[in-house]
């Protein structure tokens, strides 16, 4: 158990840039070179598809990165909760998509945010909301967009397709006085059970065959669908060969990536741009393990892509100039503060003296940059700037 | 997919009282009455157990709880994060234990703490952060209160109380002119592997009898062990028939509980404080599917008693009044703002008409707890505070 051994300052190799060694740790760490190119290179997808992009701000939650997501576009924007709504209204995003299943009770805020944008999009798939939609807009004296929710496949949320109810729930919604029937939305959230490129692409074309079909079949009643929604970073990294049919798309995760998209080859590794500093506070060689002062509480507790690697562990450590990969050592439990990390050698330890830092990459971004207040933003090893997210709802 | 059938106002059964219908989900909810409950049982635990109680805050971080916990007491707290040590410290908290193995670089904070309370207290277990403290204390001219951290079994941090070589980094602490020795700390956090009480018992004798002989040994060599500290919320709610040799405990869980350790049979059902507050949002009966907006990031990705319940979910529903429980109901699934609940038969998703509130009971409190900026405080069905707590580091 003793250090002695191992006393004295970190070794050269691990020596942090003045800048990141005044960090606190834990804290969060985002590569500014990695999102603008993340972020550029998703424009060209999008563009090269013939689609408009309306990027999900809810990986990262920050209005920094919102605006490179979107630099040269449009402008609009998707978001997962009403806080993410508020906080990018009030940094002048004018044109909104809250991409959940509308719950009845919040249509109060709702019509507050509408007030202050130019466009609030809603999603619904349920008659029991569209009849609460009808009675407040008519109660109220004023509309609201909707956008009607499908299933693609990844049954989570959405009416079904083929369901013949599904055209009739359209066509009430469509009729309804105080409704702006905006068109329909998908999500291939089962692009995250992909295995491999090839698998993600059998996936993007079945999210684009079922809107575009669903859309087709609206029309033939009568019903104009001026949007055709859909998106996941999976199925945006690996697209359908084409997206006829679609005129937008919502990725989102794209802008930090993490392990789990690097496990089902949505991209690199060098493509993860966000990561945790921790700091090495134990040693105990007889059990081949660092202890380090990232636990659930700054990883969370996401087993990422256990379908490729079931035993994959809570994160991967990296060097902390994020040169060197230690792909063998593996983060096998973590608690409230601790995490721990055990290595195929206990003289590996010697890498990472006690008092040491180190970097984890995420295996889920959109949770992992959740626990933190702020971004320490970095260009190479020098901190060049701190983002702060919104959090709760 | 339509709800036509399931239109209009929730069932009578699931009214909500009129103030818990004003918060807007997803929320955190705290019953009051449970919390007074479950701390006044451990004060008395430890009354007659004969040691000192010096909570753990960290699972819940809010003043208005840690008030509870040392009501009657000394007054003396642990904590995990220097974030809680500063906040405790600013509202009153005179003598803090920084329950966690000092990170080398932290020592401008930890003297900081130090000059602002009576009593600041600081673990290691590690030659290298011994010498560091060494130099620090020499250098500044000020002193450091220090308790060695043993392992009694649970293999996460401290010495091996058998190894000749941790006597020997005692005795090099107590020798070090800028250390005040305090004692000996351990944590059995292997009683949560536990599946009875009975389990737990041993683990409880374990956690006493190690750091008992630990201090022993050290007393025989000459070294004065003003404290011998142990603590997890199981083997304090199981404890042993008798402290003896112990000074004081470290429980924190207990002031909320939560399933984990209602499966491990630390506590039962109705000893659980801590609730999450959420909104139907889909029915899906095709699939016996319930949507909740409570995702990852309100419930926590934690999968609880595993061991003891390998597919137990991500928390149990209840109904909004607590008084409900539907033990058959599976949140299955979790995504970032989604939760999926799965019921035996789709004609139970009537009990909850999109729209309705439930209440989920978390695996994991701590974790659960720390997604919250606020927790609306319950008694009965009213809402009579929100204590807010400390997050991050």
New interface residues.
């Given amino acids: 158990?003793?250090?002695?051994s191992?006393?004295?300052a970190p070794s050269k190799a691990h020596d942090v840039a003045p800048a990141l060694s005044e960090l606190?740790?834990?804290?969060a760490l985002v590569d500014a070179e990695i999102v603008e190119r993340n972020t550029s290179r998703m424009a060209e997808t999008a563009s090269r598809l013939g689609v408009a992009l309306r990027p999900h701000l809810?990986t990262h939650k920050c209005i920094e990165v919102g605006r490179l997501q979107v630099r040269g576009h449009f402008g609009g924007v998707t978001v997962?909760?009403?806080a993410e709504a508020r906080f990018f209204a009030d940094h002048g995003f004018r044109d909104i998509t809250w991409a959940?299943?509308?719950?009845?009770?919040?249509l109060d805020?709702v019509f507050g945010l509408a007030d202050r944008v130019d466009q609030f999009q809603v999603l619904l798939?349920?008659?029991?909301?569209r009849?609460?939609v009808e009675e407040e807009t008519a109660r109220r004296g004023r509309p609201l967009s909707v956008l009607l929710k499908v299933d693609c496949g990844y049954?989570?949320?959405g009416?079904?397709p083929r369901?013949p109810?599904?055209l009739?729930?359209a066509q009430r919604i469509v009729a309804t006085p105080g409704i702006d029937f905006r068109g329909v939305l998908t999500h291939a959230?089962h692009s995250y059970d992909a295995r491999t490129p090839d698998e993600i692409r059998i996936v993007s074309r079945q999210e684009r065959d079922e809107v575009v079909a669903f859309a087709r079949r609206l029309r033939q009643a009568g019903i104009e669908v001026p949007t055709v929604s859909l998106g996941s970073t999976p199925t945006l990294c690996v697209p359908a060969e084409h997206l006829e049919g679609v005129t937008e798309v919502r990725p989102g995760n794209y802008a930090f990536f993490d392990l789990f998209q690097v496990a089902v080859g949505a991209c690199r590794r060098e493509d993860v741009a966000f990561s945790v500093l921790a700091?090495v506070?134990?040693?105990?060689p007889?059990?081949r393990k660092l202890?380090i002062?990232a636990g659930?509480?700054?990883l969370?507790?996401?087993?990422g892509a256990s379908h490729v690697f079931p035993d994959g562990g809570f994160g991967r450590v990296v060097s902390v100039d994020g040169g060197t990969e230690y792909p063998d050592w593996k983060i096998t439990?973590l608690?409230?503060?601790?995490g721990?990390v055990i290595v195929p050698k206990a003289d590996a330890l010697s890498a990472f003296?006690?008092?040491s830092p180190l970097r984890i990459l995420p295996n889920h971004s959109?949770?992992t940059a959740?626990?933190?207040?702020v971004y320490h933003v970095v260009r190479g090893n020098e901190i060049i700037d701190a983002w702060r997210p919104i959090?709760?709802?």
């Avoid at 798939?125 to 909301?129: I, L």
């Fill in positions: 158990m003793s250090e002695a191992q006393e004295g606190k740790t834990p804290c809810k997962s909760t009403l959940f299943p509308l719950p009845p009770g919040q805020e798939d349920h008659e029991v909301t009849a609460r049954h989570r949320a009416v079904d369901d109810e599904s009739a729930l959230g700091t506070v134990g040693h105990y007889e059990q202890l002062n659930a509480l700054a969370s507790k996401d087993l439990s608690s409230q503060e601790h721990q003296p006690v008092g959109c949770l959740a626990l933190f207040d959090r709760c709802w």
